[in-house]
T-cell receptor, first 115, second 110 residues
């Protein structure tokens, strides 16, 4: 079975532009979470979606938004890009949403560079 | 707010030596604790998951312990190999999210 997949693998944008990152969860998983990992730091939680509804949001500005589709895939959108948005964006999936003891499975990430 | 700390930040050992990686967290109301491995520029690979009711978990050369009351976990890697060189991250789950430490970068010298 395929694991969590993310696209694109790498992306270069300039300040002020908009970007869309995509994630497909493991088959049968209904929950997707997004994390931002800046170089040298641990990942920071951005969003969790379960059954197409937002279940949790981290401390990120409104420039960050996401959605989940009926097939449980997800998009992360970032508007008005800043240099500080340069990071590895990770997607994780689980079968259920919150209050679960499941393992979270992570994708390979999308490396975003903002110039 | 959950704070996760990993000590040391970096570790260099000769091949064959045992590794001990430490993780501490401030809020003991966790669902589980997960140890991950991350190779440079790559995603996260789950190594071990310890449920909040468990004290330890083992997989091959890896053993992780959890003391929830004191907010501590330790990852032991026996008989280290050069292929174990990577960054190791611990993460605790509260409700819907994982909170991560900054990681311990391990170098195993051949």
């Amino acid at each position: 079975d395929a694991g969590v997949t993310q696209s694109p693998t790498h992306l270069i944008k300039t300040r002020g532009q908009h970007v869309t990152l995509r994630c497909s969860p493991i088959s049968g998983h209904k929950s997707v979470s997004w994390y931002q990992q800046v170089l040298g730091q641990g990942p920071q939680f951005i969003f969790q979606y379960y059954e197409k509804e937002e279940r949790g949001r981290g401390n990120f500005p409104d420039r960050f938004s996401a959605r989940q589709f009926p097939n449980y895939s997800s998009e992360l959108n970032v508007n008005a890009l800043l240099l500080g948005d340069s990071a590895l964006y990770l997607c994780a999936s689980t079968i259920q949403g919150a209050r679960t003891q499941e393992t979270q499975y992570f994708g390979p990430g999308t490396r975003l560079l903002v110039l | 707010k959950q704070e996760v700390t990993q000590i040391p930040a970096a570790l260099s050992v000769p091949e064959g030596e045992n590794l001990v990686l430490n993780c501490s967290f401030t809020d003991s109301a966790i669902y589980n604790l997960q140890w991950f491995r991350q190779d440079p520029g790559k995603g996260l690979t789950s190594l071990l998951l310890i449920q909040s009711s468990q004290r330890e978990q083992t997989s091959g050369r890896l053993n992780a312990s959890l003391d929830k009351s004191s907010g501590r976990s330790t990852l032991y890697i026996a008989a280290s190999q050069p292929g174990d060189s990577a960054t190791y991250l611990c993460a605790v789950r509260n409700d819907y999210k994982l909170s991560f430490g900054a990681g311990t970068t391990v170098t195993v010298r051949a």
